[in-house]
């Protein structure tokens, strides 16, 4: 075995600890939940959604595929090439965190909040399943 058939699944150990952190998103409800907690499962977010395309571009090229180093193609290529089944919601994510990380304000906590639990959690988790699912 080679550095690069490992490569993408020493990032996939990481990337499904980082989706069972989020994951526990489930157990809270927006309007319940304190801000630093919103503002932590954010967080949990950024770190899921950054070793989720990661872990994609290790394994595309695991799989024979030339992609380019930045998250937009990868989601494309992902989308194109069955991996992904909603390639849209990987774009949002990537729009939500590019925000998040550049303004600070709780109506925009809060609306990530929800979209992280009710559409990108979900999302995650599906392409933590395939991945899974794939490995040798």
Not at 38 to 65: N, P, S
């Amino acid at each position: 075995m080679t550095v690069k058939d490992i490569r993408w699944e020493q990032r996939f150990e990481n990337y499904s600890k980082a989706c069972a952190l989020l994951a526990e998103i489930q157990c809270y409800e927006p309007k319940d939940t304190i801000p630093i907690i919103r503002e932590g499962f954010i967080q949990r977010f950024e770190v899921a959604f950054d070793l989720a395309w990661k872990t994609l571009k290790d394994y595309m090229e695991f799989l024979g595929h030339d992609v380019q180093p930045s998250p937009r193609p990868i989601i494309k290529d992902a989308f194109a090439a069955n991996i992904l089944k909603d390639g849209q919601v990987f774009i949002d994510m990537l729009e939500t965190r590019n925000q998040m990380a550049h303004r600070y304000d709780e109506d925009a906590f809060n609306n990530a909040f929800v979209l992280i639990k009710q559409s990108f959690e979900p999302a995650l988790q599906g392409l933590c399943k395939y991945l899974g699912d794939n490995i040798s």
